[in-house]
Antibody, heavy 124, light 106 residues
């Protein structure tokens, strides 16, 4: 059973870089056809998709974050990472990693496996 | 961006009730619409994808319908563990967006 686990700094100072890693276990990140996503949720609020990366390193980002965002994949460690530069209080949120799956039977695309989430607070 | 508006934002119900949540999109998205359930302190869990296909392992009391701009999630007989928050999501464009959520309360 594939599992995802987020890790990284829980406290980031304003203007610094927010860095997170998602470790994939029970399967290979290099399995074709899946995207590896980041989604965040500010306390008490809704969900915001941040972006995805494929094992080929192709990426797609939310335009609202694109100028500050970098994603990478480490196939040898079976993990992928997010770096969000120039963090502000507005970036305080629970950050989730999730697998994106294409369903050929119905031409659907959805996040079928999620990590448990990690809270990142941006504060001095 | 495609905006998703869920209604109601919250509802009160009882065990055994039939509950319907609506998601309306700002432009047509065919059937690229998913539904997630999120319990407090937990990650979202995929219930329905492609508007009406039940994800493996999800109880059959959950169902989805719709296409274009109007979609519904129905819980046929509400169970105690269903009192939580539900989100719709579109994956039609390259910018995937979520609805604001619907909280089902006792």
């Amino acid at each position: 059973q594939l599992q995802l686990q987020e890790s990284g700094s829980g406290l980031v100072k304003p203007s610094q870089t927010l860095s997170l890693t998602c470790a994939v276990s029970g399967g290979s990140i290099s399995s074709g056809g899946y995207s590896w996503n980041w989604i965040r949720q500010p306390p008490g609020k809704g969900l915001e998709w941040i972006g995805y990366i494929y094992h080929t390193e192709n990426t797609q980002f939310n335009p609202s974050l694109k100028s500050r965002l970098t994603m990478s994949v480490d196939r040898s460690k079976n993990q992928f990472s997010l770096n969000l530069r120039f963090a502000t209080a507005a970036d305080t949120a629970v950050y989730y990693c999730a697998r994106g799956t294409y369903y050929f039977d119905s031409s659907g695309y959805a996040f079928d496996i999620w990590g448990q989430g990690t809270l990142v607070t941006v504060s001095s | 961006d495609i905006q998703l508006t869920q209604s109601p934002s919250s509802l009160s119900a009882s065990v055994g009730d039939r509950v319907t949540i609506t998601c309306r999109t700002s432009q047509t998205i065919d059937t690229y619409l998913n539904w997630y359930q999120q319990r407090p302190g937990k990650a979202p869990n995929l219930l329905i994808y492609a508007a009406s296909t039940l994800q493996s392992g999800v109880p059959s009391r959950f169902s989805g319908s719709g296409s274009g701009t109007d979609f519904t999630l129905t819980i046929s007989s509400l169970q105690p563990e269903d009192f939580t928050t539900y989100y719709c999501q579109q994956t039609y464009t390259n910018l995937w967006t979520f609805g604001q959520g619907t909280k089902v309360e006792f």
